[in-house]
């Protein structure tokens, strides 16, 4: 029941209050004059010659009139009740107008919640949207680094591609044995030119990975398909990568929460590899 079907309520409800009729009320008013105006006019009914004369007889003649004194009497007890029942009507007609108000707050207030909770979700399906194409468009860009790597050697050997990532590896390997030093540093920035932009586009798409709003499942869902499109010698050199100082301090916490290592196989004849693993925390290889 609305506002307006309260309103119209209580104009019924004034027009008959609880089942009592208006008519009702005015006939009771109208008896209650005729019996005052009948007791104010009495004595000018009276003939002369029956007033009392004597002053210890008015008392007598005023008994005549003790009836209506003490219907009168009762006539005002009668009013007091009959405003207290009203009062006490309108009172609850009041009190129904306020439930139906509340009522009606309640339902207002539960439309809104329903609506908010619909923003929420398109909210969230947006940011997740908006989320995804950026992810597969970083993605897409990591593959086109890849296939545009074009790396030669001094012996006339040419690679392009991700068979480039071999021949990085091997001259990591090299130059681990000439330095004689566990230094990856100083590995990395023989090959910084050739593979810093494509560390960078991968710490970037972890770190878009890891700061968005996402639970750590649904995150897992697509740090699993970035270690995906990575073959074995990239995993390597994100090994090297992460225990040089370019990638010790940033990139090496995201690799190890992601554990972007997992699928990393080491030969046996690279020792270097096998004897840092504990550099790594366990999480790094997915244990």
């Not at 006539?75 to 107008?97: D, F, M, T, Y």
């Not at 909210?123 to 860009?141: G, R, Y």
């Amino acid at each position: 029941m609305g506002v307006f079907d309260s309103i119209q309520f209580m104009k019924e409800s004034n027009q008959q209050v609880n089942g009592v009729p208006n008519g009702c009320f005015f006939g009771v008013l109208g008896a209650v004059v005729v019996i005052f105006m009948a007791n104010l006019l009495l004595p000018y009914c009276i003939p002369s010659s029956k007033l009392p004369t004597d002053v210890s007889q008015f008392g007598t003649f005023g008994d005549m009139f003790g009836a209506s004194n003490a219907l009168f009497s009762g006539l005002a007890l009668l009013g007091v009740i009959w405003a207290i029942i009203l009062q006490s009507r309108e009172l609850s007609l009041q009190r129904n107008e306020l439930s139906l108000q509340r009522q009606e707050m309640e339902d207002t207030r539960k439309v809104l919640e329903s609506q908010t909770k619909q923003l929420q979700e398109q909210a969230t399906t947006l940011a997740k949207q908006n989320f995804e194409s950026t992810f597969f468009s970083l993605l897409n860009l990591h593959h086109q680094l890849v296939n545009a790597m074009n790396f030669s050697r001094v012996q006339g050997v040419n690679m392009s591609g991700r068979d480039c990532f071999g021949l990085f590896c091997k001259e990591v390997q090299l130059s681990m044995k000439k330095l004689m030093a566990d230094k990856y540093t100083d590995v990395y920035d023989k090959i910084q030119s050739n593979v810093g932009h494509y560390f960078r586009t991968l710490y970037n798409i972890l770190k878009l990975i890891d700061r968005s709003q996402f639970s750590d499942d649904e995150k897992k869902i697509y740090s699993n398909l970035l270690r995906a499109q990575l073959s074995n010698d990239e995993l390597k050199l994100l090994f090297s990568n992460c225990l040089s100082d370019k990638g010790k301090e940033k990139f090496k916490p995201l690799v190890e929460k992601y554990a972007m290592l997992k699928t990393l196989y080491i030969a046996l004849n690279e020792i270097d590899l096998e004897r840092d693993k504990p550099l790594f925390a366990d999480s790094a290889f997915g244990k």
